[in-house]
T-cell receptor, first 116, second 116 residues
Framework: EAQVTQNPRYLITVTGKKLTVTCSQN?????MSWYRQDPGLGLRQIYYSMNVEVTDKGDVPEGYKVSRKEKRNFPLILESPSPNQTSLYFC???????????????FGPGTRLTVL | AQKVTQAQTEISVVEKEDVTLDCVYETRDTTYYLFWYKQPPSGELVFLIR??????QNEISGRYSWNFQKSTSSFNFTITASQVVDSAVYFC?????????????FGTGTRLTVIP
């Protein structure tokens, strides 16, 4: 089954304790990205990756890191989490389309993170 | 400036009523895609439709239909004969060739409640 998986699905942590949220897709997609969803703000892009070893900042990258060592995996790293990073996080992937636009992005199930 | 505006924060309808969710977008690009996603209470994001800027034909899929009008920069979504299972938050989103980032700009969502 074609899917995007995220782990963990739920996480409660404390300020300053480094954490990683994993994202994996089995569709051989070139493009992957991370979004956060906050009430009243919709979803906002954190980081994206056009392909292996190619990553770039989205709209709200502060406090996050990513890496893309393999095509299927795109982990999100919070080196020193703070309470304002409490949010619902989504990973997404898509194939690279034509004319500079990717194909439809398919989303993982989400990771609900609480930073105390 | 908000690229995608969903002015309706919450809508409640009685089962079997028709309901239209509004989406107004803003872009200077001539090549772009518009999307609708559904987020049911379980939290995942479900892709519903993608439309490119060169195709203004309306689309119907079962009880769902979409009205894309470039003249008013709108991409409205209508559910006919609503059902309780349609209760969800619906997001409209835009991606632009101009940004080159393959970022999806999301609206803030419309929460639809269908009352049995």
């Amino acid at each position: 089954e074609a899917q995007v998986t995220q782990n963990p699905r739920y996480l409660i942590t404390v300020t300053g304790k480094k954490l990683t949220v994993t994202c994996s897709q089995n569709m051989n997609h070139e493009y992957m990205s991370w979004y956060r969803q906050d009430p009243g703000l919709g979803l906002r892009q954190i980081y994206y990756s056009m392909n292996v070893e190619v990553t770039d900042k989205g709209d709200v990258p502060e406090g996050y890191k990513v890496s893309r060592k393999e095509k299927r995996n795109f982990p999100l790293i919070l080196e020193s989490p703070s309470p304002n990073q409490t949010s619902l996080y989504f990973c997404a992937s898509s194939s690279s389309g034509t004319s500079g636009l990717t194909d439809t992005q398919y989303f993982g199930p989400g990771t609900r993170l609480t930073v105390l | 400036a908000q690229k995608v505006t969903q002015a309706q924060t919450e809508i409640s309808v009685v089962e079997k009523e028709d309901v239209t969710l509004d989406c107004v977008y803003e872009t200077r690009d001539t090549t772009y895609y518009l999307f609708w996603y559904k987020q049911p209470p379980s939290g995942e994001l479900v892709f519903l439709i993608r439309r490119n800027s060169f195709d203004e034909q309306n689309e119907i899929s079962g009880r769902y239909s979409w009205n894309f009008q470039k003249s008013t920069s709108s991409f409205n979504f209508t559910i006919t004969a609503s059902q309780v299972v349609d209760s969800a938050v619906y997001f409209c989103a835009l991606s632009e060739e101009l940004t080159g980032a393959n970022n999806l700009f999301f609206g803030t969502g419309t929460r639809l409640t269908v009352i049995p």
